[in-house]
């Protein structure tokens, strides 16, 4: 479940200066902590783009512009050879997803224009001038230039008829009526980051690069988006035409179009997700990814090959356990790269077409700015010898570009936050593997040590459990992960069980056992933390979101080791969940394979709310007001739960929030200081401090 006015009710903001470590203002250690503003200063990279002859990078630069709260994206151009960099598009509307044309000699890019229509753009490298090649109703995905150079495919919205079952009467004119009423025949009708659904399905259209009006070239009922070209007038389209495509929502078929005529067929036939299609330099050849649907909440995506009439169809290093990421050919034909997990770390990975795997480029990552999760971009050239550019991440810092490759000299080209995060006292990330008491797994664990930090049991610990909950961390630049640290605390975050990175069977131990064993898990790498002395055992504090907030409700109901709690955008009740969330058809048919109403107590033998009679622990409850992914109402039923307990509990809604909060800086600043202010609420130093005065 992959993924602040700031709150209602109880108010924390101030809280937080009393959390651990805090110094007093103005002093020169102030000075030097990462504290709530400094999210403001950070930089990242996205998307490096290299061109077709590997002499030039584009990439997206993004920073937080405080007075609109907002990240932004300018593009930026790199010389390779040199190093130099410059802007090439800033200073208007966010920018984003740079491609460059089969010639190298233009940028595709994507915007926002001055009176917030989404538009296609073309930039032109020899003169500098940009131009808007169509501004349109929707936002335009994936875009694609043809292998020519003379024509442009991308995916965008179409709308439909909203469904009716009356008309109303025409109003007089100066009148108010109320709104009128919204229809919906949909299963999916609202999706998390869209609200409610307008009527009408996803399209392919293609342009003329010299600009024009788009032609739609795909129709019907169901979505078909992600166009890749299979030559100049052939287009490959991922979709699901299925009559029940809403009670299988992961299901989806790659099809050939025909420009000449619109005739559309498929080239993938299997009950399973087939998606990702990529064209070999050559075009006889299709790669993709995909699965046979095993109805598992969990299943790898594996890279097969095809032929371009879609015969020959192969899966390539199948005894790989790994799930294949992005694919991009080599410019030879004879293997492909894919940006892939691999047990906490970001490797971009060669895989011949025989099957071979081997790692090409290590250190990949840095995308994801507030918590350390795994995330990374990359493109190939299409020189004989061919060199990448990639996104490269690390604890001490977000997403720089980085080039490596046979004839270039491997290194970092950027450095976007030399003029903050050096003159910083930043954690110390020190790796943790440990033994699970479930079973002896090994698990793997980060901790970030504050600056200054000395193993004498004293520090309060965070517990900070990754969402999804198939995902995963690693030791990876985090926002959240630096201001719980500048105040003090040690923070831990691990891959228990169910994380990805580590194989299928691992991320399978939690099928239709979510939660279980991996509470276990996490209970034993804080068992650690308390061994090496690293933490004051009375001083430990959990919080997680989403994937994360259900095992931190959930831990909460099984142990009273915490101080407090502070539960993020969680799933509380399965059964809800399944009836009521975005996502309901893909809980319903893959997580928990019951009907609720049939079987009511396989959905609430793992809902964190048949535990909550357990609790004791002070538990925070937050969710964006805006989250159609754990609903509003999940996290309100835990609240109500604990107070009708007599539990300490706070609710904090988020207004205007989806489900991912930190999507907008001062989101990030309030989630975190509001959970510091929370534990610092119920730490017993704390208290013990104010008992002395």
Known sequence: MKKWAFLAGVCLTGLYAMSAGAQDAGSAEESRRFTAERVFDIEYATSPQISPDASKIVYVRHSMDQLNDRDRGDLWIIDVASGEQRPLVTGGASASSPTWSPDGTKLLYSTASTDGKPELRLHYLDTGQSFSLAQLEYGAGGAKWSPDGSKIAFSMFVKGDKPSFATPPSQREGAEWSEPVRVFDDLTFRFDGQGYLEEGTTHTFVLSADGGSPRQVTKGDADLGGPVWLDNDTLLVTGNTAEDADLDPIESEIYAVELSDLSMRALTSRDGPDFGPVVSPDGETIAFRGHDDNLKAYEQANLYLMAADGSNVREVAADFDREIGAIQWAPDGRSLYSAIENAGDMDLFQITTRGDTSVAVSGLGGTSIGRPYAGADFS?????????????????????????GRGVNARTLTSLNSDVLPYLDMARVEEVKVSSSADGREIEAWVALPHGFEADGS?????????????????????EIQRYAAEGYVTVWANPRGSTGYGEEFAQLIDKNYPSADHDDLMSVVDEMVARNYVDPKRLFITGGSGGGVLTAWAVGKTDRFAAAATIKPVINWFT?????????????????????????????????SLVGNVTTPTLVMVGEEDWRTPTWEAEQFYTALKLQGVDTALIRIPGSPHYIAGRPSRLIAKTDNIMGWFAKYDPAKQDEADKE
């Open 380 to 404: 190939v050239s299409k020189t004989r010898n061919p060199v990448i550019a990639y996104t490269a991440g690390s604890a001490d810092a977000p997403a720089e570009v980085a080039v490596a």
């Open 459 to 479: 520090y309060p610990m965070i517990l900070e459990i990754h969402g999804g909950p198939f995902s995963m961390y690693g030791p990876f630049f985090a926002s």
């Open 577 to 609: 969940m399944a009836l009521a969330g975005d996502i309901a058809p893909f809980v319903w048919r893959h997580w928990i394979r019951e009907d609720p109403w049939e079987n009511p107590q396989a959905y609430f033998d793992l809902s964190p709310i």
